[in-house]
């Protein structure tokens, strides 16, 4: 795209030229050359006719042919002999109704003068323009040549042009066709060839060279892909190829020849390395006879006395050779890459253009094309980075993709894995469930074997032998209603509150207190939760409370009872006290007569609690001692001796 851009300006550029430009075209100059031992300042002045007359008539553009050999064979000789080509271009007589293009300020523009010397420019002898040799630095076969004239003082319109072209002995000068019009008319033309041959090349090696820095910091990181570096080197050696359009850079003739020669053997030798990365073929033989010729030319041009010891001179003959190798790369690569890697033929057709591009400018270095052509070569930049811009585009396309193909397969396993987790956990739940309903099922059914459904035996059998009136067979039976009221009070959730348990047993004992004649007083406080409070543990608690206060209706004859919680010993403590007379805890217990203790001992264990009692003349405390926190679990089925019907 951006090659094509180029090829449509220059068009447009050339067709506005002979179209559209109100300017005098000069095609019809003199020529002569003149030959001395060194170079020579121009003089401020120079009158034509002051010249040897030994002027030849020629047609512009100029493009004399170039001795490569003889360049060559005087660059090896030391040559030094200076020439002196002088170019006599007169203006003709404008008619009467074309007088206004030379009135007022003028411009004379050319598309190329090529030396490798100094150029001056004379108009009616006077000097109007000189260009000082700075050997390749200066660029004069890219820089179009640009004279603002100022309006003459005589008002006579310039009648004639002198050029002086300096270079040495063995090189040709070249000289397109020049324009002379008005400076705005002709301003515009110069800078946009000025652009196009110097600025944008430019900004498009810049480019390049950035992007390369940014693949070699993506290969530092990443330095298993050597395609990033071989990228860099490629950005690198082009830039290096592109100092002919840095004019600033401090580099002297002999070192910037150096590197502008070797860098295209660096660069031809790079793009060999990348092709073999993408076809994956070694071409061993053909790898080595590459780098020995990069190496070879590189030490032979070393800007020290040596083989060659004026590089500049001896170029053209270098390019001729990279040029050979640019072809051999681009064609083997291309075969080794036809059936095993798209993006290597590529490479290799983006190699193969920037050849041909590179021929055109020798051809228009050389004298073999006219002066007024482009530049092309300039533009191989343009070819590498559309080629290699491709390929990354490709990479990054590919990379997304695969991106997005392991996301969406990340995604169905992980939508299948959901899926059988979530078909585990509906399983697990099941279970969870069931065996939730088995255990409380055991439970309930082992706490009424042990404790219900023991005392109903026990009173049925007593029933039977007439051993227990009818009194006390009401009262058993009562016993035996609270205790399943119990059962199914424990059932309900507490949500860890101590306070909301107690409140519940309350309601189920305060009509038998109240049938009793016993007075109920509660104190009961705020308290921490328990977090391990759960039904089975809810039943203990509630049936040792039930037996405390039962054994207190049952033996102490007492008038009133006070139950209080309290926190204690970082746990909680219910306390139970009575003003019923006392009994002898220890002998009790001893005796073994005291099974309603014993069961209150054994449910307390069972969770972790503690109970202890203090009997005496004025009353008993009971109490009962409650961990904050469950060191283990309680056992969800003990095997506890009935809790009702036995003396205390």
């Not at 430019?202 to 298993?224: E, K, M, S, T």
């Amino acid at each position: 795209m951006v090659l094509a851009a180029v090829v449509t300006a220059v068009a447009l550029s050339a067709f506005v030229d002979r179209a559209f430009s109100p300017a005098l075209h000069l095609t019809e100059a003199d020529w002569q050359v003149s030959e001395r031992a060194g170079r020579v300042t121009p003089p401020a002045t120079q009158d034509a006719d002051a010249l040897p007359q030994d002027w030849h008539p020629v047609t512009l553009p100029l493009a004399l042919p170039v001795a490569l050999l003889g360049q060559a064979e005087a660059a090896r000789e030391g040559d030094t002999a200076v020439r002196t080509t002088w170019l006599r271009v007169r203006v003709p007589p404008v008619p009467g109704h074309a007088r206004g293009l030379l009135a007022g300020q003028l411009g004379l523009y050319g598309a190329r003068i090529k030396t490798d010397g100094t150029i001056a420019v004379y108009a009616d002898g006077h000097l109007v323009h000189r260009a000082q040799e700075q050997g390749p630095l200066w660029n004069s076969t890219r820089t179009p040549l640009w004279v603002s004239l100022e309006p003459p003082e005589d008002g006579h319109p310039v009648r004639e042009f002198l050029i002086r072209l300096e270079h040495t002995s063995r090189s040709q000068v070249a000289v397109s066709s020049l324009w002379l019009g008005p400076v705005d008319a002709l301003r515009a033309r110069y800078h946009l060839r000025a652009w196009l041959q110097l600025e944008f090349p430019a900004i498009l090696g810049a480019g390049f060279a950035a992007i390369g820095v940014f693949a070699l910091f993506v290969w530092i990181r990443r330095p298993h892909e050597t395609g990033y570096l071989l990228f860099f080197n490629l950005a690198a050696t082009s830039y290096l190829r592109g100092l002919h359009f840095y004019v600033s850079l401090p580099i002297a003739n002999d070192a910037f020849a150096w590197l502008t020669v070797n860098s295209l053997f660096w660069l031809v030798t790079v793009v060999h390395f990348f092709l073999r990365s993408l076809h994956g073929q070694p071409m061993r033989g053909m790898t080595r006879a590459l780098v020995a010729v990069t190496v070879l030319v590189g030490i032979a041009t070393l800007p020290l006395p040596g083989l060659l010891p004026n590089t500049p001179r001896v170029t053209p003959l270098l390019y001729l050779v990279v040029a050979g190798m640019g072809i051999v790369v681009g064609t083997a690569g291309a075969r080794a890459a036809w059936k095993s890697s798209r993006e290597g033929r590529l490479v290799a057709a983006g190699i193969g253009a920037c050849v041909l591009l590179g021929m055109s400018d020798w051809a228009l270095q050389n004298n073999v094309v006219s002066p007024e052509g482009w530049y092309l070569g300039a533009y191989a930049n343009a070819v590498a980075l559309t080629v290699f811009g491709l390929l990354m585009y490709r990479r990054y396309v590919q990379a997304i993709a695969s991106v997005e193909d392991l996301n969406a397969s990340l995604a169905e396993r992980l939508a299948a894995r959901e899926a059988e987790l979530d078909e585990s956990h509906r399983r697990l739940r099941e279970i969870e469930s069931r065996q939730a309903v088995s255990d409380e099922r055991q439970r309930l059914m082992q706490d009424m074997h042990d404790g219900l459904g023991a005392a109903l035996i026990g009173a049925i059998r007593s029933a039977e032998r007439g051993a227990l009136p009818e009194r006390e067979v009401a009262r058993v039976l009562q016993d035996c209603l609270d205790d399943l009221k119990l059962t199914i009070d424990s059932m309900e959730p507490v949500e860890a509150d101590l306070l909301l348990l107690l409140a519940t047993l309350r309601f189920r004992l305060e009509p038998r207190l109240e049938g009793s004649g016993v007075a109920l007083r509660w104190d009961v406080r705020e308290v921490p939760q328990l977090p391990w409070l759960e039904p089975s543990s809810a039943l203990h608690i509630m049936r040792i409370v039930q037996e405390s206060i039962a054994n207190v209706l049952r033996h102490t004859r007492a008038s009133e009872i006070c139950l209080s919680t309290s926190t204690h010993e970082g746990g909680v403590r219910v306390e139970i006290v009575d003003n019923g007379q006392g009994f002898d805890v220890a002998a009790t217990l001893a005796r073994g007569r005291g099974r309603g203790l014993q069961n209150q001992q054994r449910r307390a264990a069972a969770i972790g609690a503690r109970v202890d009692w203090r009997s005496g003349a004025q009353g008993t405390r009971f109490s009962l001692w409650l961990p904050l926190a469950s060191a283990s679990s309680p056992s969800t089925s003990p095997s506890m001796p009935p809790p009702i019907g036995h003396s205390a």
